[in-house]
């Protein structure tokens, strides 16, 4: 038998974590959850209000509609990312001195804070002066995203997609190179097809960062505020009104605190529960 | 005629991978490029599937010039050390993929996957998947694969080096016999001189891109033409040591000198280098060519029931593996025994004399 040796000073090594823990997460949240319950008229005097705010919530036409459209949103943006960021991560070279070069290229747009990606894709797409804008009704569309909801959403999915595909090509590209290439050389002696190569190897081995890569995406996307508010400020009317966007300006722009933090939890456990069903349905098969 | 290559030489950038080379390797029979890491053997078995193009030179295969055939359209196998198998696929269509591509009758795959997985002894796995198998189960698939294609000519790149050491004798014990029936050409890249000799058939010794011998294992192994090619097929390293001949006696250093055998007596005067294999310098003397040799211990390896001593002699570091455990010391005088009569005798070119 080992005897197990018991130091309670080990506590004191975890203190400082369970500190910043609680004043970073678990105090905001629960601050949350006490606002969810209660209505206030001001004066620091607050009643009782049980699960109304959440009822009124899940019943509020207007959540149901920004749900809607940050569903859209995600749906859109992962549709696109996804196989654009593997075909660009295909596409790049596997040695030689390019590699650093398109790596760098890779990261610049994730380098640039968020607020400044919105005030660019601003200023680029304005119709009378911006490079995009102007281009764009120079081809003879009529563009003008700060009025048209088909224009502003066509700004905001390219904005996403500029910024982050990025992300998801470093992903799969790290997938890729640790593929050893005795495996292209069995399929090439095969004789595989390029398209039997890439879904019989080069896919199945990129699962995993694959899998991450989708999942980082869905959560950032569905809580993606600052490029959208930057760009365009929700409109034009609600069109690009995603639910964060939502939540500050009912918490924010009305002071209703009750039914902002109710909506604070029902965001939250959305955005739980459907990253808890994405990495169940795509880790299943790993598990057989 | 198999597989054969004319004059080839290979260079990627400014590094020659090999050098001119011309091997014509038996048909039908288990061919082994041994040599180190970097030695070359991979290249060689690249050119020899198609997955490179030689520099110069042709590469000729059953009679016909191959030189710039895709691989796709050969006849060839290879199975890699790592192992190399399609992750989603069962073990049944890992094994038929070859198969599946030359579209074949779903009948006659069925037929000759199961055959190959009783040979390999797999049967019960087939219908699982890859990941999980162990290492030697899986390597058993790539190998089937291999097997299944009934290939002319399968190129084996170290297959063995990444299996424990129970099931690495275990496949090894099994692959010449394998491959035998099948009737097609086997070159198997190896690092380990013991793996050469256990698989038997031909060897080709190589060393920095150029083959130094070839020839039926066991002669290449007792009759090394030169000097790099025993240090090639020799594991622990052989030794070597400078002697001079003056008329009926070789000298050694000025403390050991021994009689001229009857092959040597008409060689001239002068200096030659010997190599010797660790057993043939032991702590007992073997027979009256035995000759006296003192020395230094500088390490003392004991495994089981052999004793491996590096010892200093002058400016020699000799490597010597005896029977029994004996334990010297770092600094003991220690004195062995050479067996002149095993020797290998180069001359000032390192040519087998």
């Known amino acids: 038998m080992i005897d197990k040796t018991t130091n309670q000073k080990a506590w004191f090594l975890v203190l400082p974590v369970v500190v910043l823990v609680a004043f970073n997460a678990l105090i905001p949240l629960m601050t949350v959850v006490n606002y969810s319950v209660q209505e206030t008229f001001g004066n620091n005097v607050f009643f009782f209000e049980g699960v109304k705010w959440f009822e009124q919530i899940l019943h509020s036409e207007r959540f149901h509609a920004s749900l809607l459209r940050q569903l859209s949103f995600t749906g859109i943006i992962l549709l696109i990312e996804v196989p654009l960021g593997v075909a660009i991560a295909l596409a790049m070279p596997k040695k030689g001195p390019w590699v650093s070069v398109c790596l760098v290229l890779m990261a610049l747009p994730l380098l640039i804070p968020w607020n400044v990606v919105g005030a660019m894709w601003n200023i680029f797409a304005l119709p009378e002066i911006g490079l995009l804008g102007k281009m764009i009704n120079g081809l003879g569309f009529d563009y003008n995203f700060t009025q048209q909801p088909l224009a502003a959403w066509f700004t905001t999915i390219l904005m996403d997609v500029w910024h982050w595909t990025s992300l998801v090509v470093l992903l799969a590209y790290a997938g890729l190179s640790s593929i050893p290439d005795?495996?292209?050389?069995?399929?090439?002696?095969?004789?595989?097809?390029?398209?039997?190569?890439f879904r019989y190897i080069q896919l199945p081995k990129m699962k995993r960062v694959l899998t991450i890569a989708i999942l980082l995406r869905f959560m950032d996307s569905?809580?993606?505020?600052?490029?959208?508010?930057?760009?365009?400020?929700g409109g034009p009317g609600n069109t690009t009104t995603f639910?964060?966007?939502?939540l500050v300006k009912i918490?924010?722009?009305?002071?209703?605190?009750?039914?902002?933090?109710?909506?604070?939890?029902?965001?939250?456990?959305i955005i739980l529960l459907l990253s808890w069903i994405f990495y169940t349905l795509m880790m299943r098969n790993e598990e057989k | 005629m198999a597989i054969e290559l004319k004059e080839v030489t290979k260079v990627v950038g400014i590094d020659t991978h090999i050098h001119e080379t011309s091997i014509?390797?038996?048909?039908?029979?288990?061919?082994?490029?041994?040599?180190?890491?970097?030695?070359?053997?991979?290249?060689?078995?690249?050119?020899?599937?198609?997955?490179?193009?030689?520099?110069?030179?042709?590469?000729?295969?059953k009679g016909a010039n191959v030189t710039g055939v895709p691989v796709q359209k050969r006849k060839v196998a290879m199975v890699y050390q790592q192992f190399i198998n399609y992750p989603n696929f069962t073990v049944y269509d890992n094994i038929a993929s070859p198969l599946k591509v030359i579209r074949l009758p779903k009948k006659e795959i069925e037929a000759r996957v199961h055959k190959v997985a009783e040979l390999l002894k797999i049967t019960p796995m087939l219908k699982r998947m890859p990941s999980e198998l162990s290492g030697g189960q899986q390597q058993r698939t790539a190998l089937a694969r291999a097997l299944v294609k009934e290939s002319d000519l399968v190129l084996l790149d170290e297959p063995l080096a990444d299996l424990d050491y129970k099931l690495r004798e275990e496949l090894r014990e099994e692959l010449p016999k394998l491959f035998h029936d099948s009737g097609a050409t086997v070159v198997y890249a190896?690092?380990?001189?013991?793996?050469?000799?256990?698989?038997?058939?031909?060897?080709?010794?190589?060393h920095e891109g150029r083959v130094t011998q070839y020839g039926p294992t066991p002669s290449v192994y007792r009759i090394p033409q030169d000097l790099l090619s025993a240090r090639v097929f020799s594991d622990p390293p052989i030794n070597t040591a400078s002697i001079t001949k003056r008329g009926e006696k070789f000298h050694y250093n000025e403390t050991?000198?021994?009689?001229?055998?009857?092959?040597?007596?008409?060689?001239?005067?002068?200096?030659?280098?010997?190599?010797?294999?660790?057993?043939?310098?032991?702590?007992?003397?073997?027979?009256?060519?035995?000759?006296?040799?003192?020395?230094?211990?500088?390490?003392?390896e004991i495994s089981g029931s052999e004793s491996v001593i590096h010892m200093s002699v002058g400016h020699d570091?000799?490597?010597?593996?005896?029977?029994?455990?004996?334990?010297?010391?770092?600094?003991?005088?220690?004195?062995?025994?050479l067996q002149t009569d095993h020797c290998f005798y180069f001359d000032a070119n390192e040519r087998f004399i």
Do not use: C
């Open chain 1, 243 to 246: 639910l964060s966007i939502d």
């Open chain 2, 256 to 300: 050991a000198s021994w009689n001229v055998s009857e092959r040597y007596k008409a060689l001239p005067d002068g200096p030659y280098t010997i190599g010797f294999r660790p057993h043939h310098i032991t702590l007992e003397p073997d027979n009256d060519e035995s000759i006296s040799v003192k020395g230094t211990v500088v390490v003392t």
């Open chain 2, 24 to 61: 014509k390797l038996e048909e039908g029979r288990f061919n082994i490029l041994l040599g180190t890491t970097l030695s070359g053997k991979t290249t060689l078995l690249r050119l020899m599937a198609g997955l490179e193009r030689p520099t110069k030179g042709e590469i000729w295969f």
């Open chain 2, 317 to 337: 570091t000799w490597v010597s593996l005896s029977h029994g455990i004996h334990p010297f010391k770092r600094g003991d005088a220690v004195e062995l025994y």
């Open chain 2, 190 to 206: 190896t690092t380990e001189p013991a793996e050469a000799l256990l698989l038997g058939g031909y060897t080709a010794t190589l």
């Open chain 1, 182 to 197: 005795a495996y292209y050389q069995a399929a090439r002696i095969d004789g595989a097809s390029a398209w039997s190569v």
């Open chain 1, 251 to 269: 918490a924010l722009g009305q002071f209703d605190l009750g039914p902002a933090a109710a909506m604070s939890l029902i965001y939250f456990l």
């Open chain 1, 222 to 233: 569905f809580m993606i505020y600052t490029e959208p508010f930057v760009l365009t400020g």
